[in-house]
Nanobody, 123 residues
Framework: QVQLVESGGGLVQGGGSLRLSCAASGRTFNSYRMGWFRQAPGKEREFVAAISRSGGSTHYKDSVTGRFTISRDNAKNMVYLQMNSLKPEDTAVYYC????????????????WGQGTQVTVSP
C-alpha cells in the first residue's frame, strides 16, 4: 500500500507557474505508474498527466501539452507537476494517484489517491 500527500497548490495569476509535489510512502514507489488528475467545480475528475515507473515515458492531456511537465524522483519517492503558462481554466483540485498496473489515462485503473491540492488561477 502507498500513501500520497500533495502540496504546492495556491493562487496564481494567469500566465504564472506552480510546481505541485506528491510525496509517497512505502519502499516500492518505483513499482507504481504515477498520474496527476484534476477536478474543477461542477465537473468530473479528469486526467492531466502520467509517468512510467522509470520516468522514461510520459502522457499528457492535450490542453496541457507544452505547458505542464510531469517528473519523478524514485530515490526520494516524489512525483512532480510543473505547470507553466497557467490559465483560469486550469483552476481545480489536483490529485496525485498511483497505479500498480498499466494505467495511463483511465481513472479506475489507479489504486491509490492523495487528498488533493487546490490550484486557483486568476484572470
Amino acid at each position: 500500500q502507498v500513501q500520497l500527500v500533495e502540496s504546492g497548490g495556491g493562487l496564481v495569476q494567469g500566465g504564472g507557474s506552480l510546481r505541485l509535489s506528491c510525496a509517497a510512502s512505502g519502499r516500492t514507489f518505483n513499482s507504481y505508474r504515477m498520474g496527476w488528475f484534476r477536478q474543477a467545480p461542477g465537473k468530473e475528475r479528469e486526467f492531466v498527466a502520467a509517468i512510467s515507473r522509470s520516468g522514461g515515458s510520459t502522457h499528457y492531456k492535450d490542453s496541457v501539452t507544452g505547458r505542464f511537465t510531469i517528473s519523478r524522483d524514485n530515490a526520494k519517492n516524489m512525483v512532480y507537476l510543473q505547470m507553466n503558462s497557467l490559465k483560469p481554466e486550469d483552476t481545480a483540485v489536483y490529485y496525485c494517484a498511483a497505479a500498480q498496473g498499466l494505467a495511463w489515462k483511465d481513472e479506475p485503473e489507479y489504486d491509490y489517491w492523495g487528498q488533493g491540492t487546490q490550484v486557483t488561477v486568476s484572470p
